[in-house]
């Protein structure tokens, strides 16, 4: 129950007046800890290289990740997620190499993992990566065939986990990943290794940016409506999470962000698990974009879009900005 204030009386001013009272007053607030930075891998030795649609995001090769990974933690950042740019001569109608043990992801976990024991290493389970069609997952007749999908994600998941991957994060939106991965994980000994499944992941334009940095935007075919949500849905997301979570899901997570802060805001007074948002590639653009042409001003849009997400429900959010949202909280 909201406390009834009358003015005048009440002033709702008075806990507004200065930095301190302000502080003191605060429903949430933002840390290192609440943040996920997403790292695209290349293969190579001291590769950096951009992607033109996310200025100041660049390709890394394992070497730049192991360096970038330490410089992370060094901010306080404790969590990373990697995202492979496969060669396109890798690349084929099942997505073979995803389940690869030497393949880039993996050899990028082992060694991130050796530099950094402690840092939280998140690994999308998915095909698009992999296959030459730039899909989630198999296409039989046109169709994305669901439960064989689910097969390939068990070995690929499978695979990221002995690389040394702690936390699993299914992005395919197959229907029975997330238990048959589980159910996989456990027989294996590997009941240690947690996901985070991506429940309630809309079928979004968010993602452009994202698919050119990974290599798959020139060659997906058609678009991902038939597993990704209708962004007309909200209902529907909470019926993804309960499933997810009665499948074994350790946390959640709603994607893309900003424009579904409706989302994490019900999945979370619903569920009360941890529950994560996606700062996508798209609201990084954006953002980006207005900073870089004098529209917004840069720290106060890190960490206001930052901090919306948690006053939101968000336990913590992936973001490209992780970096310099780290840098501007550990100037205080
Ligand atoms: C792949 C995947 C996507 C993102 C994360 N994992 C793209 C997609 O589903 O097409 C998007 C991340 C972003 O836009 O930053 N399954």
Known sequence: MSYPGRYPATRLRRNRANDAIRALTAETGLTTDDLIWPVFVTEGAGVRQPVPSMPGVDRLSVDNVVEAALAAQKLGIRALALFPYTNPDLRDDIGSESVNPDNLVCRAVRAVRAACPDLILICDVALDPYTSHGHDGLIRDGQIIN??????????????AEAGCDTLAPSDMMDGRIGA?????????????????????????????????????STLIGDKRTYQMDPANSDEALREVEMDLAEGADMVMVKPGMPYLDIVRRVKERFHVPTFAYQVSGEYAMLRTAFDNGILDRQRGILESLLCFKRAGADGVLTYFAMDAARILNKG
């Open 181 to 217: 991965i589980r159910a996989a994980l456990d027989d294996s000994g590997r009941t240690d290794v947690r996901i985070m499944s991506y429940a309630a992941k809309y079928a979004s334009c968010f993602y452009g940016p994202f698919r050119e940095a990974v290599g798959s935007s």
């Open 147 to 160: 439960d064989e999908t689910v097969d390939a994600l068990v070995r690929q998941a499978l695979v990221q």
